[in-house]
């Protein structure tokens, strides 16, 4: 059928199986506007107070659904408010689709009113991206877009489309959409093997998941990995969701704001089995002490992070879920009780420990997250910021099912959350979505209050107020002579009156007595609902390990005079 531009932009959407998009509407993208308008019955949008949130809520709606989020901006401004958000789920590996408008064809090039090279701007932070100056390629190209931001190692796309080409009509015919396939061959069968040998062969395993396990969907064949290792498990930030934290043998997190139990672990395997994830700075510290000595199997679908950044002793590349689920079917049942018995008595030894409270009526961040997670049961969709309150959210909840975390891994992005727990909500409307903020990154995006009100969105927004910039202040701290330069942010704004003014529900824990019945009436109330809790600006994350130190000697106690 004769469709214009915009419609098949629209009806290639519906192809991919995409019934929510996030935008905000401008001159360059109104036709794409208009076609909305009338596929409203089939597709719906949500537009938030600034396009960087729609590109967060795209985001947090393909975390935790494992579908290809979308996001649609116009040209110029509205596509360069696109990048941040593009660049954080580049770096975490997120599927998503983004739709930028330009000025016609015929201006391209000529410094235009909100004419912008977004190709160019985002080359280095998309897999792919197109400009599409012909109708007759839009729609193979918005499909092959999708393919590409789920083949291999995940990532983002972007389509620019210049806004006569939305106009100009071309014939249209739907077809299936081409799902991308786990690729393996006999090298692969054989590096299975070989790693299969090694984990037999091992007396004292020690895995250690990240995101890619959840990006697969391989939550689960790596739950039967670890029971038929008999070993410990370890998560990255990205990894949270992967692994039953009230399991066992979960340890926690490991690196620069793990466990001490993890770290213990790691410098007394025989064998780490890493799966799924690329080696950070954050979680190696000193690469010459990472792991020395020990052999690792790294199976990861990204070529290129292989003995990147860690000699490795057997790869295994490819998809984590189907290799796993070979290891599964050629090892035997093992048992290692005496590293099981090490590592639960490390576990007993160095448990996380809030800071003993200065007052007895002291709101810790802490507790409040343990008992956030009680009254969920673990199985509420948690988003979070950058700073502390995501360290503790990644410490002190227990993720018991996958797809339950969001969270900026790899660029650390302050205002992300907000917009992740959007797209979060709109994916998982049965689930409480709660975003874990901190009072610095709540004012980078606390506009987008209005975007809850707008939609009645039920999110809660749990913010700590501490008046400053935790985190940096911490490294201020131990780092820079105590000379807390530009992190004290105080602003004065009181919280309870903004919620107000944004018609929104507002709950204040001041004392430690408000923590159960704030967090109950946040839960129970059904609309959108601002949380502030009022902590010490002096509460820090502990253990710690210095960027570039040795991660088996954490930071366990820190002075404050």
């Known amino acids: 059928m004769l469709l214009t531009g915009s419609d098949i932009i629209v009806e290639c959407l519906l192809e991919q199986g995409v019934d929510t998009v996030f935008g905000y509407p401008g001159g360059a993208v109104l036709n794409i506007y208009d076609s909305l308008y009338m596929y409203s019955d089939r597709i719906k949008h949500i537009i938030t107070a600034h396009e960087q949130a729609a590109c967060h809520a795209a985001d947090g709606y393909s975390r935790t659904s494992g579908r ?22 580049y770096m975490d590996s997120i599927p998503l689709v983004a739709i930028t408008g330009n000025v016609a064809t015929s201006l391209l090039g000529l410094d235009s009113f909100q004419e912008v090279d977004i190709c160019g701007i985002t080359m280095p ?11 007759s390629k839009l729609a193979d190209t918005i499909r092959e877009a999708f393919y590409i931001a789920n083949q291999g190692r995940k990532g983002p796309v972007l389509i620019d489309v210049p806004k006569d080409v939305t106009a100009a009509k071309f014939e249209y015919e739907r077809k299936e959409p081409v799902r991308p396939q786990s690729v393996h061959d006999e090298d692969t069968d054989r590096q299975i093997a070989e790693a299969a040998e090694l984990i037999k062969n091992s007396q004292r395993p020690f895995i250690y998941a990240g995101g890619g396990v959840v990006s697969c969907d391989a939550c689960e064949e790596l739950k039967t990995f670890a029971a038929k290792c008999d070993a410990p498990v370890s998560l990255s930030l990205m990894g949270q969701c992967a692994f039953d934290n009230t399991d066992p043998a979960y340890t926690g997190m490991l690196g620069m704001h793990g466990t001490k139990t993890s770290a213990l672990a790691l410098s007394e395997c025989d064998l780490m089995i890493v799966l799924g994830s690329r080696f950070s700075d954050r979680v190696i510290g000193d690469p010459d002490t990472f792991a020395n000595g020990k052999k690792i199997i790294h199976i990861e679908i990204d070529p290129a992070e292989v003995g990147k950044n860690i000699a490795i002793d057997c790869c295994v590349p490819g998809d984590v879920r189907y290799i796993l689920a070979q290891l599964n079917s050629m090892l035997p049942d093992m048992s290692h009780p005496e590293w099981k018995a090490q590592i639960a008595q490390w576990k007993s030894e160095y448990p996380l420990k809030m800071r ?133 942010i105080d602003r004065g704004t009181d919280l309870m009156k903004l919620a107000e003014a944004f018609g929104i529900e507002g709950v204040r824990i001041a004392n430690r007595e408000d923590i159960i019945p704030g967090l109950k009436k946040a839960l129970e109330c059904g609309r959108p609902c601002l949380v502030e809790c009022i902590i010490d600006k002096d509460v820090n994350v502990l253990p710690m390990v210095p960027a570039g130190a040795d991660i088996s000697q954490p930071i366990m106690e820190i002075e404050l005079d």
């Open 125 to 135: 932070v998309t897999k792919h991206n197109y400009i599409v100056k012909d109708v």
């Open 356 to 488: 003993p409270i200065s007052r007895e009526d002291e709101v810790l961040p802490q507790e409040v997250i343990e008992q956030l997670d009680r009254l969920t049961d673990g199985k509420a969709v948690i988003t979070t910021e950058v700073g502390q309150h995501q360290m503790w959210a990644a410490q002190y909840y227990n993720f018991t099912q996958p797809r339950t975390f969001a969270s900026s891994g790899g660029l650390g992005t302050m205002g992300y959350g907000l917009g992740a727990a959007i797209g979060s909500k709109c994916a998982n409307p049965d689930k409480p979505v709660i975003n874990i903020a901190g009072d610095g990154s709540f004012f980078m995006n606390c506009n987008e209050l209005s975007s809850l009100a707008k939609h009645n969105i039920p999110i809660i927004e749990l913010v700590f107020a501490n008046n400053v910039l935790g985190m940096v202040r911490q490294w201020q701290r131990l780092f820079y002579g105590k000379r807390f330069s530009q992190t004290n």
């Open 68 to 89: 290809t989020g979308v996001v649609i901006a116009t040209s110029g401004p509205g596509a360069t408010n696109l990048v941040t958000g593009i660049a954080t789920a």
